[in-house]
């Protein structure tokens, strides 16, 4: 099984791709974790992306596919890969389309996790963490008595710096404007399904191994 994760910051994609993974037995494929691994390991492409973030500048197109390259041609990804956090454009869809072509390993499907922006907003803007014992939580959705019961123990409920309108405003924008023409790019194809991503882990969950069994 070959699949790309799409949905906009706050849908769960890492989470359902965490279980994904456990059940399936195929790796989870991350932009930011190829990069690190490429770079601490030396590769070609990563010692090209180690120089171009060490100046500042973002890792062009063909570095982060040559990376995925590396990445697609090792011993776990034999069986299949969920690749998360690309294509975010729909230039890099197609340039992932040929690479993925040329490497005889197409795509069995891409997934959208379709969320409201208002439900992604409070999920966003609504994390906090038990200063206790480190459990993230959510203003909104997490149950009155484990909020109640982290300040109880004398703990505080911190929200990140990041975590606030203005900043996550700014990123669902960028996702409206950059990532859902990929969503375009591969319905065109055929290849696109989209699942409810409202709810329970659990009935996400259940919807997106649905939607992968069709």
Do not use: W
Request: hydrophobic share 40%; glycine share 10%; aromatic share 4%.
């Amino acid at each position: 099984m070959r699949i790309v994760l799409l949905g906009a910051p706050g849908s769960g994609k890492g989470t359902q791709a965490k279980k994904l993974m456990a059940d399936r037995h195929i790796p989870q494929v991350s932009t930011g974790d190829m990069l690190r691994e490429a770079v601490a390991a030396g590769t070609r492409f990563g010692q090209r992306a180690k120089s171009v973030m060490e100046s500042g500048q973002l890792v062009p197109d063909e570095v982060m596919l040559g990376i995925i390259s590396e990445r697609l041609t090792q011993p776990d990804c034999a069986d299949g890969f969920i690749l998360d956090g690309f294509p975010r454009t729909e230039q890099q869809a197609n340039d992932l389309e040929e690479l993925l072509d040329e490497l005889a390993v197409p795509l069995d499907g891409a997934i959208l996790m379709d969320v409201d922006f208002d439900i992604l907003m409070k999920r966003l803007t609504g994390r906090r963490t038990c200063s206790v014992n480190g459990k993230l939580l959510n203003i909104y959705f997490s149950p009155q008595a484990e909020l109640d019961a982290c300040i109880a123990a004398g703990g505080e409920l911190v929200r990140r710096e990041d975590d606030n309108e203005e900043t996550i405003g700014k990123r669902l924008d960028v996702y409206r404007r950059q990532t859902e023409p990929v969503v375009g790019f591969y319905k065109s194809r055929g290849k696109l399904r989209t699942i409810d991503a409202d709810g329970s882990v659990d009935e996400v969950y259940a919807r997106l191994t649905a939607a992968l069994d069709l």
